[in-house]
């Protein structure tokens, strides 16, 4: 299926989120569980003092970040990626412990996210060491990555159903990428899996993105950097 799609309507101070496409697990917030309640037109999920949104596709979960600094999340559970201490699947968006969340990306089954202290946070999905937290263990709730209070953003990359990776920009313009690199789409002139941050060269790194084994970067001189699978012409 194409993936569940969601948007803000701001109209003044009002701050509603807006979701449509398949439910499946739950996850336009609509409070049906299962698999039905597909929509082909956009419905409201309940508040109006949403933020942000996750900056990654994820058709399984989806969420934001309202404006009092709290972290929400919908849909599937498999491998604890609503961060509750659980696996259970929520068909209604269920709050993250804290209040001083920043940013927020999710993919493939796992969740990585910034506070405004500057730290990075991943759980869920481990299986290629993707989280950050320098082991394969799946987390069902927030675990910071390394010790650092230097994170600007913090954004997950899917890669495949197979595997992923992470990639984080610190405040010193430093760039750290970490988890599977199969294409090489970690930029790290290798192929070797790393289940903790390793630095990418150069410190004048801006924003990441990435999806279907590639890598793609902005620089603080406006130039745009890919690497890793380019069968498409990807890259």
């Known amino acids: 299926y194409v993936g569940t799609a969601y948007t803000f309507k701001a109209l003044g101070y009002d701050r509603q989120l807006w979701t449509w496409g398949p439910n499946y697990n739950g996850v336009l917030g609509q409070n049906i569980g299962g698999n039905p309640g597909h929509r082909s037109s956009p419905v409201q999920i309940p508040g109006t003092t949403w933020s942000k949104l996750s900056t990654n596709y994820s058709g399984s979960i989806g969420g934001g970040i309202k404006t009092d600094g709290t972290l929400w ?60 937290h320098n082991n394969e263990t799946h987390y069902s709730s927030p675990v910071q990555i390394g010790s650092g209070t230097d994170w600007s953003t913090a954004r997950a990359a899917l890669v495949s159903t197979n595997g992923a990776c992470g990639f984080g920009v610190k405040t010193d313009g430093t760039a750290w990428a970490w988890g599977n690199n199969s294409e090489g789409h970690l930029g790290l002139n290798n192929k070797t899996q790393y289940s903790s941050p390793v630095q990418i060269p150069g410190t004048t790194w801006k924003c990441f993105s990435g999806a279907n084994y590639t890598g793609a970067a902005v620089k603080t001189d406006g130039t745009l950097w890919t690497w890793g699978h380019n069968e498409y012409g990807d890259l």
């Open 73 to 132: 999340l919908v849909g599937s559970n498999s491998y604890g990626e609503l961060g509750n201490s659980d696996r259970a699947a929520r068909s209604s968006p269920i709050q993250i412990p804290g209040t001083t969340w920043n940013e927020l990306s999710h993919a493939n089954s796992k969740v990585v996210a910034t506070k405004t202290d500057g730290t990075a946070w991943a759980w869920g999905r481990n299986t290629d060491g993707q989280l950050g």
